[in-house]
């Protein structure tokens, strides 16, 4: 005899049927809603990156001023940037910066690291010594660095005197004149690659280092087999951040030696600034934007793919 259906029994077949309802639908489903979460950095990455790298394509094959876009010329802006010879130096003068600081900071920051990466006090007091001048604003960096290199008075003629030798002149020699502004650079910048080195060093197991111990390795095989290969990764980004951001040299030139002497330290967007607010050629600057664009692209993706090659032989 069937049993007669009541109101619990109802109430259960309902949420037996509610319970296989929720089973059936699927967690990993994508919420949209989820957007709003993202939606606020997507508004600026849209407006402050997207639009103006666009934006700027647009304007490097119009002859373009501070008050209109003018006319469509093609690719006449760059044709007149590789037939400039300040423009040609201007790359040269980059490159040779970049390859000044890149491996110095790489190297340095490496070599602080191991320096440092111990659970000492006075270890503690000199990363944050060392990193203290990468929070300086560019403006204080290059202050400090004119005092140092002031001739006859500044603090390296003060330190050559002492040993009766005359300090170089690293402001006004056009051999020197880079390099001058590169040590400044390295000064300023090496407490991020000692950072990110320090952060890698210190996720290595330190059960590795107590079997080599036991192997008794000394501290070079420890370095060479253990220590540079767990850190590799770490060293990869540390060079292609560093190429990026030194690429991008400023601030160091304008102040410190204004493009001089005779150009040699004008980089590209040294270049740029005059181009476009100086001279208000707005069409030529984005050309010479889009330019250092693509090096700096182009270098950062050499780096990565070479050293991406060598981790896979």
Request: proline share 4%; hydrophobic share 55%; charged share 10%.
């Amino acid at each position: 005899m069937a049993e007669p259906l009541t109101a619990t029994t109802a109430h259960q077949g309902a949420g037996a049927v509610s319970v296989k309802r929720a089973r059936s639908v699927d967690i990993y489903a994508p919420q949209w809603r989820n957007f709003l979460f993202v939606a606020p950095y997507l508004v600026f990455f849209v407006t402050l990156l997207v639009v103006p790298l666009f934006w700027g394509i647009w304007l490097s094959f119009h002859k373009a001023d501070t008050f209109s876009s003018g006319p469509f010329i093609g690719f006449g802006n760059y044709v007149r940037l590789f037939n400039d010879r300040i423009f040609l130096q201007s790359i040269w003068n980059t490159f040779y910066f970049v390859l000044l600081t890149v491996p110095s900071l790489a190297l340095l920051g490496l070599f602080l690291a191991l320096c440092l990466n111990r659970r000492t006090r006075s270890a503690a007091v000199l990363r944050g010594l060392f990193f203290s001048s990468s929070v300086l604003s560019v403006t204080i960096v290059t202050l400090i660095w004119r005092i140092v290199y002031i001739p006859d008075i500044g603090l390296l003629s003060m330190i050559f005197g002492l040993f009766g030798a005359r300090a170089p002149a690293f402001l006004s020699d056009p051999s020197l004149a880079m390099i001058g502004i590169a040590i400044a650079t390295v000064w300023w910048c090496i407490g991020l690659p000692m950072m990110l080195f320090l952060s890698a060093l210190q996720q290595i197991p330190q059960d590795i280092y107590e079997a080599a111990a036991l192997d008794n390795a000394n501290r070079w095989q420890t370095l060479r087999s253990i220590t540079l290969p767990s850190i590799k990764r770490s060293f990869v980004l540390v060079v292609i951040i560093q190429i990026v951001f030194q690429f991008q040299l400023f601030g160091q030139a304008l102040l410190m030696t204004r493009g001089g002497p005779n150009n040699l330290t004008k980089p590209i967007v040294f270049y740029i600034y005059e181009t476009a607010f100086r001279r208000w050629d707005l069409g030529l600057g984005a050309a010479a934007s889009e330019i250092l664009f693509v090096l700096i692209l182009v270098a950062a993706m050499v780096q990565f793919l070479v050293s991406r090659r060598k981790a896979d032989v």
